[in-house]
């Protein structure tokens, strides 16, 4: 992928980048099929790569459920006041750190970054029993050219999945704003829908776990070739029903 232009983003740039972040059959064959099936909630270590409004908001509402979340930057000491606020769950280090610590990765950076993470963190993250892709190609922000790679592999979630081979990845939240996020959690009666996509079962399956917990109902979409519709500007892009979002994909293809 020489041609992309995240080739040329230097290691120190990444980490920045990383640091403000801005803004089932098949089941029961899978090594992670156990884990799955019986983790307890409060047993799920959660790192974030990227720590900005939508990897902060993610992140404090798993702190808030139980979940031991560390969030991520280059400069730790500089998240105090989103650890203080997500409450004693939650703590800071490095992007190496996080990956670490974390049972499942949040990936929530600018997509530029992607393909750096891959060089640095790749072999780390395929270990993961899910990473959690709610990285977005943004043109304003990421340029025509990247915008134009993610869609000549075939969008989103099967570009992500050249970036970070071998990493049981499920794409999930990118459509729904951090304001917007919070307050769905907060909804009252119908749960608001989130659509995922994802090839490997085991990782569905858990990420359908965690995304329930936060009083949410996902709804998978179908396979990774499904991540492009699972950013802002598409039709399931925004608030949803469950029934929306399967009536939304059906004519999606």
Known sequence: MAHDPSSMLGRREFLELAAGGLALGALAASPFAAFAQTAGAASLKIGTIGAGREGGALGTLFAKHGHPVMFSSRNPDQLKDLVAGAGANAQAGTVEQAIAFGDVVLLV?????????????????????????????????????????????????????????????????????????????????????????????????????LIKELGLEPVRVGGLAMGKYLVPGTPLAGEHTPAEIRQIAATLK
Do not use: C, M
Not at 123 to 147: M, Q, Y
Not at 187 to 205: K, L, M, S
């Open 109 to 209: 950076v600018p997509y530029t970054a992607v393909e750096q993470i891959g060089r640095d963190h790749g072999k780390a993250l395929a270990a993961k029993r899910l990473v959690i892709d709610v990285s977005n190609p943004i043109a304003r922000r990421d340029g025509d050219e990247i915008v134009k790679w993610v869609n000549e592999q075939g969008g989103a979630g099967l570009a992500t999945a050249k970036l970070l081979p071998g990493a049981h990845l499920v794409r999930a939240f990118n459509a729904i704003g951090s304001g917007q996020l919070v307050d769905a959690t907060q909804r009252q009666g119908e749960p608001i829908g989130v659509p995922i996509a994802g090839d490997d079962p085991a990782a569905v399956a858990l990420a359908t776990s």
